[in-house]
C-alpha cells in the first residue's frame, strides 16, 4: 500500500551521532564543487597534470627508450632529471605540481563552501540543527580536506599502482610502500594546512575577491618578500615566513628527503612554524563561529 | 494531575556587555501553541537562542522537553524544529538535498532523511518543486522549504521564527493555514516568534509579552482577548465625580490615562459584569449614558497599552512600529 503523501507522518527512527553528521557536510561540499562549472576549468588542469604523469610512467616502463630520448621526454611531460617516475622525487613533483591546482581551486571555493555561511546566515541552519560547533568545524575541514585529496593523494597513489602494474610485478610496491606512507603522509599535511587556514580565511572575509586576494598574498606574496630578506641579509632563515614553502619542506620531510643536517633543521623549524600557525588559526576559528552569532 | 511542562525556565538572564538583553525571566509554559511578542531588542532573539540551547544564560536555567538548557543543548535541538527568520539556504543546492541535509545534520541515517524529505516536501505542498535549485524558489516556497526542514526529523516542538515574514497577503494566509493544519493534525507544540499580532491571535493558545528584556505579559491568548472583551468605552450626561465613585464602589476599574472631550472613559468590569448595570449605577447618582460600546481593539493596541505607548495607533501602524523597533 503507497504512503498518503498529503498526511503528516511520523519519524521512528533512532538518531545518529552527531558527527555523522560531519560526512553529510562533506558530502554537499561536494556536490557544491562539482556544480559550479567554472571549477571544472580547475579540475581539469589537475586532471592535465596527472594525465601527463600517467602517461610519462606509461612510456618509461612499457617502451625500451635510450636514457637521451627518455631524459628529453621526461622533461616534456613535467619530470626532470632530478624527478624520476616511480621513484621518491616524482611523487614529490607530482603533488607540488597538484597543490597548486589545489591552491587555485581552494582561492575560488572558500568563499561558496565557508563564507556563504556567514553571509547569507546559512550558520544557523547548520547549528540549530543537533550538531554543535565542533562539528560545524571539522565537516568544514574535512570538505576542503576531501578537495585536497581528490586533487593530490588520490592520483599520487594511482599513480603509485600504475607504476606497479606497468612493470608486472608486486615487487615494486613491497620494495617502495615507503613510497605510499609518503604520500599519505605529505597529502595529509596538505589537507591539515589548507583546510585550517582557507576556512579560517573565509569564515572572516566571507567573500570571494577577499578570500582569493588574501590567499594568493599568503603563498604569493610571502613568498616574495622571503626571497627579498633571505637575499638581502644573507640569512636563510628569512625563508621561513613563506607557509607555501614550509608546506613543501614538511612534505619533503615526510618522503625523508633531507639527507644534511641544516636541511634537516630547517625542515623541522618549517614544521614548528606550520603547526603555530594552525594552532592560531584554529583557535580565531573557533572564536569566529559562535553561538552568540547564531540567531540574528 | 498537572500536565508536564513543555517550558519551564526561572530566573533567565543575559547581557551583552553592558546591555542587558533578557532580565529574570521565569516562564512555565505547558504543550501548545504559544506565541512569543515584543519589539526589536525587546529579547526574543535571545530568548529563543537560550530555548534553542545556543546561547547559556549569565544566571537562572531550567528544561525545555525536559532537557536542560545548558547541558543537553545538543540532545534538546534534536528534539526541537528550528525554522530562521533569515534566508538561510546553501548555495546550489535543490529543495529536496537541502531537507535532506537537515535530516542529516539530526542525526537521521541518510537513507531515512532522504525519504523523509520527499515525504514532508509533498506535505508542505513542494512535491512538484523538490528539484528545483533553491536560488530559484519564491519567497513563500522557501518559508515552506524551511518548514520542511524544521519538520524533517519529527520534532517534539516547533520554533518558527517569523514564519510569515516577508509574504504578501495571499503567501501569509497560506502559510497561517498550513501551520494551523499541521497543528492541528500533529499536536505539535509550536512557539510562534513573531511580530504580526494577528498570526499570534490567530494560532496561539497562550502568548509571553517581552519588552525591554523583561516579560511583562504571560497568558493564555483568550484571556488577553477575555480582558479585551471586559473593556468598554462609556459617556454620560450627568455629575462626574459621584458617577466614577459608583463606578469604582461596583468594581468597575476606570481607565486613568483615558478621558476626552466627549466625557468618554474607558473601563474594566469584572467578569460576569451586566452592562444592565452601567445604567442602574448612572441612574443612582442622576446622571444619563450617552454612549455605551465595547472596546474593539485588538492585541496589538494592548501590546501597546502593557508597553506603555501612545494607543492611539491603528492596528497595521502598531505591528509596523513592532517591526522598526519603535
Not at chain 1, 101 to 129: I, K
Not at chain 1, 209 to 221: E, M, Q
Not at chain 2, 201 to 230: D, F
Request: glycine share 8%; charged share 20%.
Amino acid at each position: 500500500m503507497g504512503v498518503d503523501l498529503a498526511r503528516y507522518h511520523a519519524w521512528k527512527g533512532k538518531p545518529r551521532s552527531p558527527w555523522w553528521a560531519t560526512l553529510a557536510i562533506v558530502r554537499v561540499a561536494m556536490l557544491q564543487i562539482f556544480r559550479r562549472r567554472s571549477y571544472w576549468i580547475v579540475l581539469a588542469l589537475g586532471m592535465l597534470n596527472f594525465l601527463s604523469f600517467w602517461a610519462a610512467i606509461y612510456l618509461v616502463t612499457q617502451f625500451d627508450i635510450p636514457t637521451r630520448i627518455q631524459d628529453n621526454l621526461l622533461e616534456a611531460f613535467g619530470f626532470s632529471a632530478i624527478a624520476a617516475p616511480g621513484e621518491d622525487s616524482g611523487y614529490i613533483k607530482f603533488m607540488q605540481r597538484q597543490s597548486i591546482v589545489v591552491m587555485m581551486l581552494l582561492a575560488f571555493s572558500g568563499s561558496l563552501l565557508v563564507g556563504a555561511d556567514f553571509r547569507t546566515g546559512s550558520l544557523p541552519f547548520y547549528l540549530s540543527r543537533r550538531i554543535d560547533r565542533r562539528h560545524y568545524i571539522v565537516g568544514k575541514l574535512l570538505a576542503i580536506s576531501a578537495v585536497v585529496t581528490i586533487l593530490t593523494t588520490l592520483p599520487a597513489l594511482l599513480l603509485f599502482l600504475e607504476y606497479g602494474l606497468f612493470t608486472s610485478s608486486v615487487d615494486y610496491w613491497i620494495e617502495h610502500w615507503q613510497i605510499a606512507v609518503s604520500v599519505l603522509a605529505y597529502g595529509a599535511v596538505l589537507c591539515v594546512v589548507l583546510s585550517i587556514l582557507l576556512v579560517t580565511l573565509s569564515a572572516y572575509l566571507q567573500r570571494a575577491a577577499p578570500i582569493a586576494i588574501t590567499w594568493s598574498s599568503l603563498f604569493v606574496l610571502l613568498r616574495e618578500m622571503s626571497n627579498q630578506f633571505s637575499d638581502a641579509t644573507n640569512n636563510s632563515y628569512w625563508k621561513l615566513i613563506d607557509p607555501w614553502r614550509n608546506i613543501r619542506a614538511v612534505g619533503r620531510l615526510c618522503f625523508g628527503e633531507f639527507r644534511d643536517a641544516q636541511q634537516w633543521q630547517m625542515a623541522r623549524f618549517s614544521l614548528a612554524i606550520l603547526v603555530l600557525l594552525c594552532s592560531l588559526a584554529l583557535a580565531a576559528l573557533v572564536r569566529r563561529v559562535r553561538a552568540v552569532d547564531i540567531v540574528s | 494531575m498537572s500536565r508536564p511542562l513543555l517550558i519551564d525556565i526561572r530566573h533567565v538572564s543575559r547581557s551583552y556587555g553592558n546591555v542587558r538583553a533578557l532580565s529574570d525571566v521565569t516562564l512555565g509554559l505547558t504543550p501548545g501553541t504559544i506565541g512569543l511578542v515584543g519589539n526589536n531588542g525587546a529579547g526574543k532573539s535571545t530568548l529563543l537562542k537560550i530555548l534553542l540551547g545556543l546561547l547559556r544564560p549569565d544566571s537562572g536555567g531550567g528544561t525545555i522537553l525536559g532537557y536542560d538548557i545548558v547541558h543537553s543543548a545538543t540532545a534538546l535541538r534534536g528534539r526541537v524544529g528550528y525554522m530562521s527568520e533569515s534566508a538561510a539556504i546553501v548555495p546550489l543546492l535543490r529543495g529536496a538535498e537541502f531537507v535532506t541535509l537537515a535530516g542529516d545534520l539530526y542525526g537521521m541515517p541518510h537513507r531515512d532523511a532522504r525519504r523523509r524529505a520527499h515525504e514532508v516536501l509533498n506535505y508542505v505542498g513542494l512535491g512538484e518543486l523538490r528539484y528545483r535549485r533553491l536560488e530559484e524558489y519564491s519567497a513563500g516556497n522557501l518559508q515552506r522549504l524551511k518548514l520542511a526542514a524544521a519538520l524533517v526529523h519529527d520534532p517534539q516542538l516547533l520554533l518558527l521564527d517569523e514564519p510569515t515574514n516577508g509574504l504578501d497577503p495571499a503567501g501569509r494566509a497560506a502559510m497561517l493555514r498550513l501551520i494551523e493544519d499541521l497543528i492541528a493534525e500533529t499536536g505539535k507544540s509550536v512557539i510562534l516568534c513573531t511580530h504580526l499580532l494577528g498570526d499570534v491571535e490567530r494560532l496561539c493558545q497562550q502568548t509571553v509579552v517581552l519588552h525591554q528584556g523583561i516579560m511583562i505579559r504571560c497568558a493564555a491568548t483568550s484571556q488577553l482577548r477575555e480582558v479585551l472583551e471586559n473593556r468598554y468605552e462609556i459617556g454620560w450626561d450627568g455629575p462626574d465625580e459621584p458617577f466614577r465613585l459608583a463606578l469604582s464602589h461596583a468594581g468597575v476599574e476606570v481607565d486613568t490615562g483615558t478621558g476626552n472631550s466627549s466625557g468618554s472613559i474607558m473601563v474594566n468590569v469584572p467578569a460576569g459584569f451586566s452592562t444592565i448595570a452601567f445604567f442602574e449605577i448612572a441612574h443612582s447618582v442622576d446622571a444619563v449614558i450617552t454612549t455605551l460600546k465595547p472596546d474593539e481593539q485588538d492585541l496589538a493596541h494592548m501590546f501597546l497599552r502593557m508597553t506603555g505607548q501612545s494607543p492611539s495607533h491603528d492596528p497595521q501602524a502598531v505591528e509596523q512600529d513592532m517591526a522598526h523597533g519603535s
